[in-house]
């Protein structure tokens, strides 16, 4: 199964994707993380990075980054973790459109596990991924970023 959605946020690029690097900040801006912690927190942000994520419907995870790119225009991570069965990509991608930014959340679920019951648990993952873009969004246009 593969979900994504997409928001067009009023803010420069440069703020929208800082936000998806501050990740010690998540679980105080995000509806469905209760704590993210970088396993080697003071590393540069790479390919091989890893986070302890802790999120009600999961529980705690280890996700790895497994595709960086950082452009002028564009800017896009991918990390993978694994639980209850199910092998997950969580995607962040940033894209400039103007003076504004696109961002696109997507994930993708695998697995045997996911192969049963994908059809009882999309709708959800779904609200999860729409709540998640909402949040990043008010967070971006707050006046405390």
Known sequence: MHLTTTRIIEAPIDRVWSLQLDHSAWSHHLPNFSAVRRLAPDAPFAVGSAAEITQPALGTVTWTVSELVVEPHRRTFTWEGAAKGTRYAGSHLVESVGASTRLTLGIRADGPLMAMLGWLVK???????????????????????
């Open 123 to 145: 709708g959800r993952m779904q609200r999860a991924i729409d709540d998640e873009t909402t949040a990043f969004e008010r967070w971006a246009l707050a006046a405390d970023v």
